[in-house]
């Protein structure tokens, strides 16, 4: 009895054993897992920190007119700004850190309500939006507004690329008033220049007209400012733009689409009649050259140029009685600041702009 009672308790004994390892075997395998998942989580957390950190952190300012019937002539105005904004929003490779509003192809309470619009109803995340300028530069009286005062706050935490895709009133301004911040600018992208002031930039065949060199045109001294500064400038001008054509068949592509690409499809329809009236199968989408040199720079062939002002018969007055002159932004190898000059496109770009737009 007592020799059964001992092998029981033996028994008993290894089995209690046997239990306990497979227990502790088992919190081992557990906290093994729970270890692996900690580390791919950690992983997949770095890997989100360092594709957000790669991203280009971008600040938009614009004279964003979409829908917008002129004001000071029959017609409506240009659409082009709506695209890039868009294109911008839907980069994958892009952070826009905020849009400010400024005067030029329509008036700045206009420019500022449809930045709030396209922010609001079809940007990825939260975009701040501020007012700017409302007419140009005045250097014996430079004035701040709240869009240069939220870039100023932006740049003192961390550089930016700038598109400026209408005057260049809101950039100058802040390069005057806050000089100290002037090396957190990576580079700013415009929309304006030309190689010579005869460079026309003529529109329409059944009609030809001269377009103006807009954002220059408006604001003449603040171009000048960016030159003066050594500011890094990127110039996306006529040249390039007017190798690029949206047509019928792409507007309806893009009403297929989300509801950013339906509204911009709706608002261009009167802009393509315009110039569908005069000859052309399309229209130049201006601006959205600036977007895509910042999305993708290898889709667009550039040179460096050094850039100038200069005072020539007013283009826009060729057939007028008077004397009428302006001054011209002239890119070219003579003298000035230096510019990167972006004059062609990549043979598929019309595609890949489509494909950034449709996303």
Not at 80 to 105: C, M, T
Request: aromatic share 8%; hydrophobic share 40%.
């Amino acid at each position: 009895m007592n020799k059964l009672f001992k092998n029981s308790f033996i028994v008993l004994t290894m089995l209690v054993m046997i239990s306990c390892q497979e227990a502790s075997n088992n919190k081992d395998q557990t906290n093994d897992l729970s270890k692996e998942d900690t580390s791919e989580s950690e992983l997949t957390q770095t890997d989100a920190n360092i594709t957000q950190n790669e991203k280009k952190k971008v600040w938009i300012d614009a004279d964003l007119a979409v829908g917008m019937k002129r004001y000071e002539r029959e017609g409506y105005s240009d659409v082009d700004d709506g695209y890039a904004i868009l294109q911008l929003f839907k980069a994958e490779n892009i952070d826009v850190k905020g849009i400010s509003a400024v005067f030029g192809n329509t008036r700045i309470d206009d420019a500022y309500r449809l930045s709030q619009k396209m922010a609001d109803e079809f940007a990825p995340y939260e975009i701040p939006v501020y007012k700017g300028a409302g007419e140009s530069i005045t250097l014996d009286n430079v004035e701040t507004n709240e869009a240069v005062e939220a870039l100023a706050e932006q740049l003192r935490k961390e550089p930016l690329h700038i598109l400026a895709i209408g005057p260049a009133t809101n950039i100058a301004t802040l390069v005057l008033l806050y000089p100290e911040l002037k090396s957190q600018i990576k580079e700013v992208v415009l929309v304006a220049g030309r190689r010579s002031p005869t460079d026309y930039f003529e529109i329409g065949k059944t009609e030809i007209t001269h377009a103006p060199d807009l954002n220059f045109d408006l604001d003449n001294n603040a171009f000048l400012v960016l030159f003066q500064n050594d500011i890094p400038v990127v110039l996306c001008p006529f040249e390039i733009s007017n190798k690029v054509w949206i047509t019928q068949e792409d507007l309806q592509k893009l009403s297929e689409g989300d509801a950013g690409t339906k509204w911009m499809a709706e608002k261009s329809q009167p802009w393509l009649q315009q110039w569908t009236s005069i000859g052309e199968n399309g229209f130049n989408p201006f601006d959205v050259l600036a977007s895509h040199y910042l999305i993708a720079p290898e889709d667009i062939v550039s040179e460096n140029l050094k850039a100038h002002l200069e005072i020539h018969p007013n283009d826009m007055k060729l057939d007028s009685s008077g004397n009428h002159f302006k001054n011209y932004l002239i890119c070219n190898e003579t003298e000035g600041a230096l510019v990167t000059y972006c004059y062609d496109i990549v043979e598929d770009y019309h595609e890949k702009l489509m494909e950034s737009l449709l996303k």
